[in-house]
């Protein structure tokens, strides 16, 4: 199956700063998911991207749609500590009945 | 209040021993999926079901079973467990197979196969 490959694996980081972090694939996704996990939870859908080249935002949080269409990044900017969670990026398999994840990035902020 | 449940939060259990992990949403969904989570793995679906009596295999299918007899169950069987089954489990539901973004994940079993 498809591959997602997430950097950096995680994020040591104090309140304040900007995060940024990015996805990428082998194969062309025609959406790309930004999901995040908080300790304890399932995971919670964050943006989601549909078009070459998009840039979505939601609150603090940024995420661009790479124009090959095989990668993907987030950003957070100005991070609190409620920010600590994994984040994930997803992908539909080409047949649409499947999501593939990427590994995660870990985050945590130190107040 | 919308939501996916499932039961057990927490198990542990030894090898061999057939335990079944219960998923349900009330949300009417037509899509429902059960993923486990390892360090380092990320996600990987195990069974999905598009609609009742309709289930296919994610990627790593292996050991589990899986049924659909009404639309707001999904339980996931294992008939066997082994130690490598030992991991957290999510089971999620979105209103269709077109709206996998949509997905909505219940809060986890963390099982533990001694």
């Known amino acids: 199956g498809q591959q997602l490959n997430q950097s950096p694996q995680s994020m040591f980081i104090q309140e304040g700063e900007d995060v940024s972090m990015n996805c990428t694939s082998s194969?062309?996704?025609?959406?790309w998911l930004w999901y995040k996990q908080e300790p304890g939870e399932g995971p919670v859908l964050l943006i989601a991207?549909?078009?070459?080249?998009e840039l979505t935002s939601n609150g603090r949080l940024t995420a661009q749609f790479g124009i090959t269409r095989k990668d993907s990044f987030l950003n957070i900017s100005a991070s609190i500590p409620s920010d600590v969670g994994i984040y994930f990026c997803?992908?539909?398999?080409?047949?649409?009945?499947?999501?593939?994840f990427g590994e995660g990035t870990q985050l945590t902020v130190n107040p | 209040e919308a939501q996916v449940t499932q039961n057990p939060r927490y198990l542990i259990t030894v090898t061999g021993k057939k335990l079944t992990v219960t998923c349900s949403q009330n949300?009417?969904?037509?899509?429902m999926s059960w993923y486990r989570q390892d360090p380092g793995l990320g996600l990987r679906q195990i069974y999905y079901?598009?609609?009742?009596?309709?289930?296919d295999k994610g990627d790593v299918p292996e050991g589990y079973k899986v049924s659909r007899k009404e639309k707001r169950n999904f339980p996931l069987i294992l008939e066997s467990p082994s130690p490598n089954q030992t991991s957290l489990y999510f089971c999620?539901?979105?209103?269709?197979?077109?709206?996998?973004?949509?997905?909505?994940f219940g809060p986890g079993t963390r099982l533990t196969v001694l």
């Open positions: 194969s062309i996704f025609n959406t």
């Open positions: 997803a992908g539909p398999e080409t047949s649409g009945s499947r999501l593939t």
């Open positions: 991207l549909y078009k070459a080249g």
């Open positions: 079901s598009m609609n009742v009596e309709v289930t």
């Open positions: 999620a539901s979105s209103f269709s197979k077109i709206s996998y973004n949509e997905q909505f």
């Open positions: 949300m009417n969904h037509e899509y």
